[in-house]
């Protein structure tokens, strides 16, 4: 077994496992003695003969190969599984402990794949980062044990004995949570720059990124006139009512992310979330750069900025009910202290059956994560809360249901009360 996967044994069975089975995670733990708990509830309709295995991918000192390992494996255990084998979302991590939270899968199969499971995994321990488990019943066949794999053989190690696995209570909030802080969220430059230079070895177009970016973030021009950011979702009338301020206020119009991201934005759009999220939170401040030229002459309209990275990117890390979020006030909701500040930043809302009317009658086409938010009503919920949720500044909330001309009225008296335009 590795080092780095060595250095999780000293609290294994202080951890929680979680286990997705659609959409929903189950949580269980292990320990070294049985006290008459109850079957997990995971494990309930597992039968008897079938055999249970997890896949955990430890972090290794090179994050940005890890992340793109874990997105790999999806694939790899896809391809390469018996076709009968059931394959879930799992994590494992320290409750409340910060950067803790070990991404993996679960697998479950019966007696007939068990041995090409077997093989399989056993030739992933020899090469890969990951730490496999193994669960099957235990003697009395009422209750399920759990066993660590060497990394020699397929076989359980001599020197780790069977944990019995017992039910474990929910977590306040969902485990991943714990690692989103400049991971699946960026707080600063340095920590996005940090990512995108260490991927120019295995992405070429990362190059490309770093020779747009700002070379001092600290020395941007401070904009003499009020910048507004309009955020929403798509067919919220985001476009209709940015055109309108532009020419109402003779300002500046700028998209977010910047055009000049534009060409690569297919190609991080498939990259896991740590690469994927760090593209977009430098877009967030070269966008900032350009707001600071802009904003010396016109006052400046910016059409998306960091509440769209970070409501996303949290509503995706995030899975289940608006619940399972942090808590109102979370430093998950704090706006990096080395970007810019808008003067305003406005919120349209719509209905959601008055604005998938309006994406059928548009027929563009969507990225993936507006694809989800039209057939799956908890990330809609969730990516609006967390826009709710984000402070420094937080956003003003617009209903856009009125006509549009009813809605640039509304916006301009906002903007007028705080901006004295």
Known sequence: MSKHAMSLLPRWCSRVFSVELNGAPFYFAVKEKHLGEDVPRVFREV????????????????????AKFYGELKD???????????????????????????????????SDTSSPIERLLSDLIQH???????????????????????????????VAKGYYVVPS???????????????????SFDEAYDV?????????????????????????????FPVIVIEGLDATGKTTLTESLKDTLGATLLPSPPECLSPWRARFDQEPPLIRRAFYALGNYISADQIGLKGTKTPVIVDRFWHSTAA???????????????????????????????????????????????????????????????????????????????????CVTVDASPSADRVLQQVLLLIRGKCHL
């Not at 995108?196 to 001092?216: F, H, Q, T, Y």
Request: aromatic share 8%; glycine share 4%; charged share 30%.
């Open 47 to 66: 039968q008897n003969r079938d055999k249970c295995y997890s896949v955990l991918v430890y972090c290794s000192r090179d994050r940005i190969k890890t």
């Open 169 to 187: 209570e929910a977590p306040e909030y969902h485990p991943s949570t714990l690692n989103i802080i400049n991971s699946d969220v960026f707080y």
């Open 312 to 394: 996303y990117a949290i509503a995706t890390a995030v899975s289940g009910p608006v619940c399972n979020l942090p808590g109102e006030g979370s430093e998950v909701y704090c706006w990096p202290s080395d970007l810019f500040q808008p003067s305003l930043v406005v919120l349209l809302t719509l209905d959601p059956e008055e604005r998938k009317r309006r994406l059928r009658n548009r027929g563009q086409g969507k990225t993936d994560e507006e694809e989800e938010l039209d057939h799956n009503q908890l990330f809609r919920l969730r990516v609006e809360e967390a826009y709710r949720r984000i402070s420094g500044p937080a």
């Open 128 to 158: 890969d980062p990951v730490l496999v488990c193994s669960y099957s019943p235990a003697e009395d066949g009422q209750q399920w044990m759990q066993h660590m794999w060497s990394e020699t053989a397929s076989q359980v190690m001599d």
């Open 76 to 110: 790899k255990l896809l391809r390469d599984l018996p076709p009968e084998c059931r394959l879930s979302p799992m994590s494992s991590f320290l409750p409340k402990v910060r950067d803790s939270l070990v991404k993996g899968y679960f697998l479950k199969g019966n």
């Open 196 to 224: 995108m230079k260490k991927c120019g070895d295995i992405i070429p177009e990362a190059k490309a990124v770093l020779e747009l970016l700002p070379s001092r973030v600290e020395a941007r021009n401070k904009p003499d």
